[in-house]
């Protein structure tokens, strides 16, 4: 009986060891090669067999999933510091927007899967980006109340457009000043101008 068990508690522990290797492995991986690089290059690179990657992590999206979680507990904690350090629903929607896409862009390629997961609600990517949707929204219907979010935008929209961003970030036109460009025009289409200056057409979509 105590072989038995010993013997359990060994096998739960090589899998465990092979399991995160195997996100080591993978991490590194990606950040080489994008999330495009072949799951069988992956397994080869960490010295296991293709069904042993399989066995931890049924598909892509699994894998992408279990490496984003650490990221996902930093960005949950980003969004606790702004909600308790910031005041300025304007300034708080900003910056969580900027966090947002830090996280959107931990590996190349990163984007068509999350947006992707907003669809299929079997991607195990699906709860993540539906959670950090919901927050989005938090922070701008708490901006529109206070008057520094146009009323029309939605979060949802607001999270595609980060998704839109970063995947512009890494075409071949862009260069070194398209990333903040592009941020300060996203923030254009939400943000309502401040007191006194030329409101524009603030209250529509364009």
């Known amino acids: 009986m105590g072989d038995a068990a010993t013997g359990e508690r060994r096998q739960r522990t090589d899998k465990q ?24 290059a992956i397994a080869k690179r960490a010295g296991v067999g293709p069904g042993t990657l399989y066995r931890h992590f049924p598909n892509r999206e699994a894998l992408l999933a279990a490496l984003l979680q650490a990221r996902d507990e930093q960005l949950v904690a980003r969004r606790a510091a702004i909600q308790h350090e910031v005041t ?10 900027q966090a947002l896409g830090e996280w959107v862009t931990a590996f190349d390629g ?14 195990p990517l ?27 935008v939605r979060g949802r929209d607001l999270f595609l457009s980060t998704l839109a961003t970063a995947w512009a ?4 036109m862009a260069d070194d000043s398209s990333p903040d460009a592009l941020a ?7 943000e309502m101008p401040a007191p006194g200056t030329d409101p524009g057409s603030g209250e529509g979509p364009p």
């Open 17 to 40: 060891r092979n399991r995160t290797h195997i996100l080591e492995v993978a991490e590194e991986f990606f950040a080489e090669q994008g999330i495009t690089g072949s799951m069988d």
């Open 88 to 97: 300025d629903s304007r300034a708080a929607l900003a910056l969580w927007l």
């Open 110 to 123: 990163m984007p068509e899967p999350l947006r992707a997961a907003l669809t299929e609600g079997t991607s």
């Open 126 to 152: 699906a709860i993540t980006c539906q959670g950090f949707v919901t927050t989005t929204e938090d922070f701008l219907q708490a901006a529109q109340r206070d008057g520094g979010a146009k009323s029309w």
């Open 169 to 172: 970030h890494g075409a071949a």
């Open 184 to 190: 300060s025009l996203m923030r254009s289409g939400w």
